[in-house]
């Protein structure tokens, strides 16, 4: 089985600095199609998890260019670049394998200001 | 729009049943990938089983031979089967669509399901 660390656990960060979390799996993402199965998420309290990254670095329909994910094979990075209250939030990385198919999440890292 | 709005949560006593329903608006469950993630109190997320648009089936193994998933394309609905439930299984369950790329791109409110010993 596929696991991702996600590090730090939590993080603080002031309004306008850039915020960095980091995963790492076990195995390489990168598949024989030259993508990596890398999903980002953000989860406010009392929310279902939003997507924001996909195939380690494209952003997702309708989030904020701030946001970006960068990373191949066995090491990934989300990256905001200028923080805003409304990131206050928990951060998961997600991954895919197949064979059987499989979903794994980070354990997820909690960003304050 | 596109929407999930999960239902059939609450309280079970261990060795229970219940069964969740993940009614879908806005595209046809049949013709997508649909899946359960679910979230233990003040823990992370963990994926639970997923159904694909040819009717092939995955779960995770720990809740293999006790959930079953299966959907109703007649009225556009995903639901689990939950058997033999025990005080780990309680969580929010959530239901969410599952695009090429293989992440969740749409999700439920998540209904909370609570397994008492």
């Known amino acids: 089985d596929i696991v991702l660390t996600q590090s730090p656990d939590s993080l603080a960060v002031s309004l306008g600095e850039r915020a960095t979390i980091n995963c790492k799996s076990s195995?390489?993402?990168?598949?024989?199609?030259?993508?990596?199965?890398l999903v980002w998420y953000q989860q406010k309290p009392g929310q279902p998890p939003k997507l924001l990254i996909y195939?380690?670095?494209t952003r997702a329909s309708g989030v904020p260019d701030r946001f970006s994910g960068s990373g191949s094979g066995t090491d990934f990075t989300l990256t905001i670049s200028s923080l805003q209250a409304e990131d206050v939030a928990v951060y998961y990385c997600?991954?895919?394998?197949?064979?059987?198919?499989?979903?794994?999440f980070g354990q997820g890292t909690k960003l304050e200001i | 729009e596109v929407q999930l709005v999960e239902s059939g949560g609450g309280l079970v006593q261990s060795g229970g049943s219940l069964r969740l329903s993940c009614v879908v608006s806005?595209?046809?469950?049949?013709?997508?990938?649909m899946s359960w993630v679910r979230q233990a109190p003040g823990k992370g997320l963990e994926w639970v089983s997923i159904?694909?648009?040819?009717?092939?089936?995955y779960y995770a193994d720990s809740v293999k031979g006790r959930f079953t998933i299966s959907r109703h394309n007649s009225n556009n609905t995903l639901y689990l089967q939950m058997n033999s439930l025990r005080p780990e299984d309680t969580a929010v369950y959530y239901c969410?669509?599952?695009?090429?790329?293989?992440?969740?791109?749409?999700w439920g409110q998540g209904t909370l399901v609570t397994v008492s010993s």
């Open positions: 969410a669509r599952v695009p090429e790329y293989d992440g969740f791109d749409v």
């Open positions: 806005g595209f046809t469950v049949s013709n997508n990938y």
């Open positions: 159904i694909y648009s040819g009717d092939n089936i």
């Open positions: 195995h390489t993402l990168y598949s024989s199609n030259h993508k990596n199965y």
């Open positions: 195939w380690a670095s």
């Open positions: 997600q991954q895919y394998s197949s064979s059987p198919p499989e979903y794994t």
